[in-house]
């Protein structure tokens, strides 16, 4: 690796932090409340910084989404279609993501960690600098996509951590 994937792991690695801390010791109905009936709970924030994670780095590194390649969409039963990944959710939709684990949360996202960290084991740091999307203007390089995932991921594991909080007293 080089300096600026290892950067990138350890930033990667410091999401996965977040989200375990956010999500363990937590039952399936503290995971799936809501503060109120427009905010996210917990076990929806995390599945879906996990999806865009996952839909994200199977974008840029050509792969398919762990999601379905290793059959997490089964696992979590949610009533929506594979591709979908939370983005643009009503409120109906945040509170039909309930009767999660925290084991399942956490396991997904273990698998996503792992596939972006196998991925980022062969970016060269001139790879930062490629052209991923060209939808944007300007467009979206590899270096800018990976930065917005982890900010994407970190703001919503912030979100988790602050409802744990208020649901645990502190």
């Given at each position: ?11 990667f690695g410091r ?9 363990t010791?937590?039952?399936p ?7 109120d009936?427009?905010?996210n709970?917990i076990?929806w924030?995390v599945?879906?910084l996990?999806?865009?994670?996952d839909d ?6 050509g ?9 997490w969409?089964?696992?979590f039963g949610?009533?929506?279609?594979d591709?979908?990944?939370g983005?643009?959710?009503s ?9 999660l684990?925290?084991q399942?949360?956490t396991g997904?996202?273990e698998a996503?960690?792992?596939?972006t960290?196998?991925y980022?084991?062969?970016?060269q740091?001139a790879?930062?600098e490629g052209i991923v999307?060209?939808a944007?203007?300007p467009?979206i390089?590899l270096?800018v ?5 982890i900010a994407?991921d970190l703001?919503h594991?912030g979100?988790?951590?602050f409802?744990r909080?208020?649901l645990?007293?502190g």
């Open positions: 690796m080089t300096a600026g994937t290892d950067l990138l792991v350890d930033a999401v996965r932090e977040a989200v375990e801390e956010a999500v010791g937590l039952g109905d503290e995971l799936a409340t809501r503060l009936d427009e905010t709970s076990g924030l599945w879906h996990t999806r865009i994670q994200h780095i199977a974008g840029v590194a792969t398919e989404q762990i999601w379905t390649s290793q059959d969409s089964e696992r949610l009533p929506f279609p591709d979908d990944t983005y643009g959710h409120a109906e939709d945040v509170a039909a993501v309930r009767d684990s925290a399942l949360l997904y996202h996503v960690h792992d596939h960290v196998q980022l084991a062969g970016v740091d790879d930062l999307d060209r944007w203007t467009p390089t270096g996509r990976l930065v917005s995932v994407d703001q594991a979100q988790a951590a409802v909080g208020v645990r007293g």
